[in-house]
């Protein structure tokens, strides 16, 4: 989302990091300078919260159109953007894991040219158990003109004509039971345990995840839902604290709704450690991936 000078910028933080630039800060002087690095620290924050107010609208656009014409009620959802849509093509993979996220379905997004040629970005959850890889269900299929990427996450084309009977084979071949996400995970813990000195290890090393070594991956189970607080300016992200540990979900208002409405049930949740440190206390965080509400078994012992 940044602009052709703001990215030269950054190719030089990364080759010449100590490299004189003219300053762009605002009130700068003609003659003032700064490092490619300081620079490009300060405008790729600028920059990612012009792309997140973009991708925010955008959302709400493409979430419009998924209900008014019902396309959540296919097995994959496929999205037409429009040019009065005004959504930067940068934003579509972006865009398309958000309805991922939201819908649990694999998602097609894209643009029709004059050729009569729909093409923009595939994702899916490589979760979904039986759906593997989405771009070789699509290729499978035999209707796209083509598929480039990964299993998915990549970028496709269709011809227009064929749109309708992709949406028909999807809904033919894949069941809802394809989506239910089977996770490999490093722990299995219960949430009515104290777990924090545990968790607290794993969140304190992200230095030693990368390419090829995975951040652990954790289930926690049975957690009350006594200590709940809705958060952000639209009240649309939610933490949940207990033992010690705060469950965290940011901009999902079906979970906000869920857990609100579900207070008597225990909630098992799916996701990463993280450290959260504010005014020099630590707490430890669980970033919610994935969750499950459950009826608290406990209720009927007798």
Not at 33 to 60: H, V, W
Not at 81 to 106: F, R, W
Not at 165 to 186: P, Q, T
Request: hydrophobic share 35%; glycine share 6%.
């Amino acid at each position: 989302m940044g602009t052709i000078q703001e990215k030269e910028t950054m190719f030089y933080c990364f080759i010449e990091p100590n490299k004189a630039m003219p300053s762009s800060k605002r009130g700068a002087k003609p003659g003032d300078i700064e490092y490619a690095a300081d620079q490009t620290a300060r405008i790729s924050k600028n920059a990612k919260s012009r792309q997140d107010r973009l991708k925010d609208q955008a959302i709400g656009i493409v979430d419009f159109k998924i209900q008014k014409d019902g396309l959540d009620e296919n097995n994959i959802i496929l999205v037409e953007l429009d040019a009065c849509d005004n959504i930067p093509q940068e934003l579509t993979g972006l865009i398309a894991m958000n309805v991922v996220s939201k819908y649990h379905k694999p998602v097609m997004i894209g643009r029709r040219n004059n050729a009569n040629l729909i093409q923009g970005s595939i994702r899916s959850d490589g979760n979904f158990a039986g759906l593997p890889s989405f771009k070789k269900f699509l290729e499978d299929s035999g209707l796209v003109t083509y598929t480039a990427g990964h299993d998915n996450a990549a970028g496709w084309g269709l011809n227009g004509d064929k749109l309708n009977a992709l949406i028909s084979y999807a809904n033919k071949k894949l069941k809802a039971e394809d989506f239910e996400n089977c996770y490999r995970v490093d722990y299995i813990l219960n949430g009515e345990e104290y777990n924090d000195e545990l968790l607290e290890t794993l969140a304190s090393h992200p230095e030693y995840f990368g390419n090829h070594i995975d951040e652990p991956t954790i289930v926690i189970e049975n957690i009350p839902l006594m200590n709940i607080m809705a958060m952000g300016a639209n009240k649309d992200s939610m933490k949940i604290s207990y033992n010690g540990i705060d469950y965290v979900k940011f901009k999902d208002t079906d979970f906000v709704e869920k857990i609100t409405n579900n207070r008597a049930k225990k909630l098992t949740v799916y996701g990463r450690a993280n450290l959260n440190e504010w005014m020099g206390k630590k707490s430890v965080q669980i970033f919610i991936t994935d969750y499950e509400l459950k009826e608290d078994s406990s209720k009927y012992d007798f």
